[in-house]
């Protein structure tokens, strides 16, 4: 999925009973517009202490072929279930203060993520974690990746992305096809020039 997929997600979108979920809605980025008729002195509407938003949280997806069903794994069933009952404990804290807005992915007020926080906890993760620094939407593109590599059809592949463009997939072939044969060399020779090779004595002489 996207960011902004991700982002826009609502709890009924989510079946967890039927391990899947579907992708309506994309958030959007915050556009924020003046709420003090021009008495605040800020230069931009987003640091106005009056500031009022200029567009609806969510929209449309992409395109068409973006509003999709997703099969979720059993373990992550899992994880969103630990997500939900973490959610509603916050919702509890929270009191009069939280948002009631259905999304799973939420500010600890019930508010929708902001994509730069999120862009900023990825960033986070990924130190915790020690491995290269890299963007979210990489994430999406390994996926692909690995989809195709398991040699799941190219048409589903597309239907799972939300991809129109049938060249969006052929992008990717440079890159599975190199990965093939890369495993192909490599079980060859662990299992024939590894196994062909002569042994040597101790005293360096072969056997």
């Not at 391990?19 to 800020?42: F, I, T």
């Not at 794994?73 to 939900?84: I, K, S, W, Y």
């Amino acid at each position: 999925m996207r960011r902004g997929e991700v982002a826009g997600l609502r709890w009924p979108d989510v079946d967890l009973d039927d391990a899947s979920l579907y992708v309506r809605r994309s958030r959007n980025r915050p556009k924020y517009e003046h709420g003090c008729d021009g008495k605040c002195d800020r230069d931009r509407a987003g640091y106005c202490p009056a500031r009022r938003l200029a567009r609806p949280d969510a929209g449309n997806t992409k395109s068409a072929n973006g509003r999709r069903a997703i099969g979720l794994p059993e373990e992550l069933v899992n994880l969103l279930r630990v997500h939900r009952d973490e959610q509603d404990r916050e919702r509890q804290l929270a009191g009069q203060l939280w948002h009631e807005g259905d999304w799973v992915f939420t500010s600890p007020t019930g508010h929708p993520v902001n994509p730069s926080t999120d862009y900023h906890d990825w960033k986070r993760l990924l130190r915790a974690a020690g491995v290269r620094d890299a963007r979210l939407h990489d994430a999406r593109h390994t996926a692909a990746t690995v989809l195709l590599i398991l040699g799941v059809p190219e048409r589903a592949v597309m239907a799972l992305m939300g991809w129109a463009d049938t060249g969006l997939a052929k992008r990717y072939q440079h890159v599975t096809d190199k990965i093939r044969r890369d495993i192909a060399g490599q079980v060859g020779e662990l299992l024939w020039r590894r196994a062909t090779r002569p042994t040597t004595t101790s005293g360096g002489h072969a056997a």
